[in-house]
């Protein structure tokens, strides 16, 4: 192949000689304005930048075009050599409008080993470039219309009826944002729903998990709270008469006060629970680690064993998803299970901060008993 290539350089004898190649290339060091060496190789694109970068004169014309056009022609040596390029003044050159230019016209040619045959293009001549390329290109995709988005996938899953009463339990009260530090009020009975509901589910879910749910809700039931009251935080505080049984020392056992504390902690275990469950951990690990940080703080010593052995009949974390698919699929449960820790979490928050208003309550009550 080199041999070939020197025959043929002999046969087209010097460099100025040669044929001009009209192929487009980026600029020499005198047109770019660079410092350094050209490179042999190193563009052969047209350019379509900024013309800023074309502000210098062109290179001294070497001859004529067939096409009578003036053909302008820089000679880059081999790596090594510097460029040499003459100083004589540049012809004038027409601008080339998009229909007269040709963008194969500017790859013909070919390169040659060590040394390059470049025909610098004007700057018209690049822009007639861009714009041709521009309207090569293919159009932006139109934006869609916001009526034509797909609509939230519906749950499927067995949390489904503990998510609707929940969201509704947190979304349609007045005095509050979507859970959190702001959250000042609930819907009481959109909430006791809620608590139904996914006691239902603990029971599905295996080892009579919703008994420990239940109990409490039973309490909630049978309170002497104002029952006419909307929200769960104002319907609570009006059952504090009932704890002057105590002196206001501690919470009547049989009472709102005491389940809701209950409730708060439990709830708290099965958040992060389902936390570790939709992070891809397996059941066991997740029960266990979930309650040293939860539930495990609170219990006594007789109650620990009791729960952590009703937790050990919670199947393993395929079987658990597959008890709670329902209509839907273990995507759907995996779904679902974050759902319900991004509501569970400000919810927890809620019936905790609860609680100190009523131990607040009870120590202010306590204090203005007579001596």
């Given at each position: 192949q080199v041999a070939a290539v020197t025959a043929r350089r002999r046969l087209e004898g010097p460099r100025s000689a040669r044929p001009i190649h009209r192929r487009a290339a980026m600029p020499s060091r005198e047109v770019a304005g660079e410092g350094g060496r050209r490179r042999s190789g190193f563009s052969r694109k047209i350019c379509c930048g900024s013309s800023a970068a074309f502000q210098v004169s062109d290179p001294q014309p070497l001859r004529k075009s067939p096409d009578g056009e003036t053909a302008r022609n820089v000679v880059v040596p081999p790596v090594g050599d510097e460029p040499q390029v003459s100083s004589a003044a540049p012809p004038a050159t027409r601008a080339t409008t998009e229909a007269e230019f040709d963008v194969s016209s500017v790859r013909r040619g070919t390169k040659l080993f060590g040394d390059w045959d470049i025909a610098p293009v004007s700057v018209q001549e690049l822009l007639a470039a861009c714009l041709v390329q521009d309207a090569r290109a293919e159009p932006p995709a139109p934006v869609k219309d916001p009526q034509q988005f797909e609509a939230p996938v519906a749950?499927?899953?067995?949390?489904?009826?503990?998510?609707?009463?929940f969201e509704a339990a947190i979304?349609?009260?007045?005095?509050?944002?979507?859970?959190?530090?702001?959250?000042?009020?609930?819907?009481?009975?959109?909430?006791?729903?809620?608590?139904?509901?996914?006691?239902?589910?603990?029971?599905?879910?295996?080892?009579?998990?919703?008994?420990?749910?239940?109990?409490?809700?039973?309490k909630l039931e049978r309170s002497k709270a104002d029952a006419s009251l909307g929200g769960y935080r104002e319907w609570l505080l009006s059952e504090l008469p009932v704890h002057a049984e105590t002196g206001y020392k501690s919470f009547v056992d049989d009472s709102a006060f005491m389940a809701n504390l209950w409730i708060g902690w439990t709830l708290e275990f099965f958040v992060e629970f389902f936390a570790h469950l939709h992070e891809g951990k397996d059941t066991h690990g997740s029960a266990n680690s979930a309650y040293e940080r939860t539930l495990g703080k609170h219990h006594k010593f007789y109650q620990r064993p009791l729960f952590l052995r009703a937790v050990s009949r919670i199947p393993p974390r395929d079987e658990l998803f597959a008890k709670l698919q329902g209509a839907g699929s273990a995507a759907d449960v995996k779904r679902d299970l974050g759902a319900?820790?991004?509501?569970?979490?400000?919810?927890?928050?809620?019936?905790?901060?609860?609680?100190?208003?009523?131990?607040?309550?009870?120590?202010?009550?306590?204090?203005a008993l007579p001596a």
């Open positions: 749950r499927r899953s067995r949390l489904a009826p503990v998510l609707g009463k979304g349609s009260t007045a005095g509050g944002c979507a859970g959190g530090k702001g959250q000042q009020e609930l819907q009481r009975l959109p909430m006791l729903e809620g608590l139904q509901e996914f006691a239902k589910l603990l029971d599905a879910m295996g080892g009579g998990m919703g008994s420990y749910l239940q109990t409490n809700i039973s319900f820790v991004a509501l569970g979490r400000p919810l927890v928050a809620f019936l905790l901060r609860a609680n100190e208003e009523m131990d607040r309550r009870m120590q202010q009550e306590r204090k």
